[in-house]
């Protein structure tokens, strides 16, 4: 009995705080649901009922007039029950139609909120947040700059990399200053290339900056070309300036004798894709240079996601040579992984003379 009461109470007490309830009192009258008809002065008669129960009975004078007061309590009890569960229903009956109408309103404004916003407004976009990509299909190069809002660039960019080179600016270029000397080196295959790198201490210099060797990889066919000429496979080695700036010096590769450097390199594939072999050999990146040094030289940018621009292009001019079996070995692995020609759109391309 006195748990019943209590939990009434109970009821009561929540019933008073939802009313009081400011975000409810907040919503708009038209949402707010019109109270059910209550029972008049049902909330506020009920307390009195209950603090009478609650006052201590004095003892039954005998055994049958005890018996007619436990009867008459259990009757007052079943009422009150029956009472305390019609109030409940009628409560929970409220708060699910409140909700219910809170919901329809919310739903309501967005829905208008979309609707403004569709006339004002071109549709947005649908949300572009992968990280993979490839040379063909639909994460090709064509759809680079769709595929992730980062990736802009790949589609917006008028400093893209490769280009043809022609119509360069014949001057006297200075000569790049090379540094380099055998280094420990790991090599990974990507998923788009095989990419090899070197250990510190692998130098350029050109125009008074000094950029660091970080990793060199392969394409083919060539990313480039020279007056439209495309070659099997080029080598880009990737440098870094001490404010990150970067510098990718691209060997154009040929069929012809095999090189060593590719040799060591090919030695030491991983099985797996992702898999990094750290092999117990030194690399001479000097290996992969050709004998003359004139280059041409532009600005553009990497020509892999996310094609960030502002990078210092150095393209040898003389092509070095690779066997037949060593390319037909990368083939196996990768028989096209070369972005097509991007627009030079008015760039300067300067080339030794
Ligand atoms: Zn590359």
Redesign the pocket.
């Known amino acids: 009995m006195r748990n019943l009461i209590a939990l009434f109470a109970c009821t009561l007490a929540i019933s008073t705080a939802s009313a009081n309830d400011p975000h409810a009192a907040a919503k708009p009258a038209a949402a707010t649901p019109a109270a059910p008809a209550a029972k008049p002065g049902a909330s506020k008669a009920e307390p009195v009922k209950l603090a009478a129960l609650e006052t201590p009975k004095p003892a039954p004078p005998s055994a049958k007039a005890a018996a007619a007061q436990a009867l008459s309590e259990a009757d007052a009890e079943a009422e009150l029950s029956a009472k305390i569960a019609a109030r409940l229903a009628l409560m929970r009956a409220n708060q699910a139609a409140r909700l219910a109408a809170a919901a329809k309103a919310k739903k309501v404004s967005v829905t208008r909120r979309e609707a403004v916003s569709a006339i004002t407004q071109p549709a947005p976009a649908r949300p572009f947040h992968s990280d993979h990509w490839s040379y063909e299909g639909e994460t090709g190069p064509a759809n680079w700059g769709k595929i992730n809002a980062a990736w802009s660039k790949c589609d917006t960019g008028t400093r893209q990399s490769p280009i043809d080179l022609r119509d360069g600016m014949k001057v006297d270029l200075e000569q790049i200053t090379f540094d380099y000397k055998p280094t420990g080196f790991n090599v990974v295959d990507n998923g788009h ?1 095989v990419q090899v790198t070197v250990g510190g201490g692998n130098f350029i210099t050109v125009q008074n900056r000094s950029y660091e060797l970080l990793q060199f ?3 083919r066919p060539s ?1 480039e070309r020279v007056n439209g000429k495309g070659f099997e496979m ?1 080598v ?1 080695m ?1 440098h870094k300036d001490p404010e990150g700036k970067l510098a ?1 010096l ?1 060997v154009l590769l040929e069929r012809g004798k095999g090189n060593n450097m590719i040799q060591t390199v090919w030695n030491n594939l991983p099985l797996e894709k992702l898999d990094v072999v750290n092999p117990n050999v030194v690399l001479d990146v000097a290996e992969m240079l050709p004998q003359r040094r004139d280059y041409f030289t532009f600005m553009g940018s ?3 996601p996310p094609c960030n621009e502002g990078v210092l292009w150095l393209v040898m001019k003389q092509p070095m040579q690779a066997s037949p079996a060593q390319m037909a070995l990368f083939s196996r692995m990768y028989p096209l992984n070369a ?1 097509p020609i991007q627009a030079s759109s008015g760039r300067m391309i300067k080339e030794s003379n």
């Open positions: 290339t990889h392969f394409h990313e080029v880009h990737v990718v691209a990497l020509t892999t972005r």
